[in-house]
């Protein structure tokens, strides 16, 4: 006969309260935008400003990662301002980054990923359940923003082929 054997679990509540440290999103904003030091300075930068670097793909990639970590802010129930601005920094930082050399100075600077954490850490505690309304909100500021990310691909596409026929 078995002997039985005690089981330890964890019930953790449905709708936990965010206390801003989200450990996926600090990571992925670090490597987006400070992981990096130039030498002999104080610049801090990360793979956004290189993957920008890549012609017509590189702000694309870098925009679909900071759509993601608004859509975990938003599955914390963020107040719609709040991913709202989150989605505007993302935007700015994908229209100026596309454009060639500036842009990626631009994003060196800008540090989008970053300034959306630090909206994150600043609104955290403010939970509320999300209704149906709001994930149609969240749904229809993504698509805006991927329409943006559409038409920048566009445009670069367009400018690669001028530039080189």
Same mark, same amino acid.
């Given at each position: 006969?078995?002997?039985?054997?005690?089981?330890?679990?964890?019930?953790?509540?449905?709708?936990?309260?965010?206390?801003?440290?989200?450990?996926?999103i600090?990571?992925?904003?670090?490597?987006?935008?400070?992981?990096?030091?130039?030498?002999?300075? #104080?610049?801090?930068?990360?793979l956004?400003? !290189?993957?920008?670097?890549?012609? =017509?793909?590189?702000? *694309? &990639? +870098?925009?679909?990662?900071?759509?993601?970590?608004?859509?975990?802010?938003a599955?914390?129930?963020?107040?719609?301002?709040?991913?709202?601005?989150?989605?505007?920094n993302?935007?700015?930082?994908?229209?100026?980054?596309?454009?060639?050399?500036?842009?990626?100075?631009?994003?060196?600077?800008? #540090?989008?990923?970053?300034?959306?954490?630090? !909206?994150?850490?600043?609104?955290? =505690?403010?939970?509320? *359940? &999300? +209704?149906?309304?709001?994930?149609?909100?969240?749904?229809?500021?993504?698509?805006?923003?991927?329409?943006?990310?559409?038409?920048?691909?566009?445009?670069?596409?367009?400018?690669?082929?001028?530039?080189?026929?």
């Open positions: 006969m078995k002997k039985a054997r005690e089981v330890e679990f964890e019930v953790l509540p449905k709708n936990r309260s965010l206390s801003g440290d989200d450990p996926l600090a990571l992925v904003a670090r490597l987006m935008d400070s992981v990096f030091t130039l030498p002999g300075t #104080k610049i801090r930068f990360g956004d400003p !290189l993957i920008g670097l890549i012609p =017509g793909v590189g702000d *694309t &990639a +870098s925009a679909v990662v900071s759509m993601l970590l608004i859509f975990q802010s599955r914390y129930g963020m107040p719609r301002i709040v991913l709202a601005r989150m989605a505007l993302v935007l700015l930082n994908t229209i100026f980054g596309s454009v060639p050399v500036i842009g990626d100075f631009f994003s060196l600077w800008f #540090k989008s990923n970053n300034m959306n954490y630090a !909206l994150l850490r600043k609104h955290a =505690g403010q939970r509320r *359940t &999300a +209704s149906s309304t709001d994930w149609l909100f969240v749904i229809g500021l993504l698509a805006l923003l991927l329409g943006a990310v559409v038409l920048v691909i566009i445009g670069a596409v367009t400018l690669i082929r001028s530039l080189f026929p």
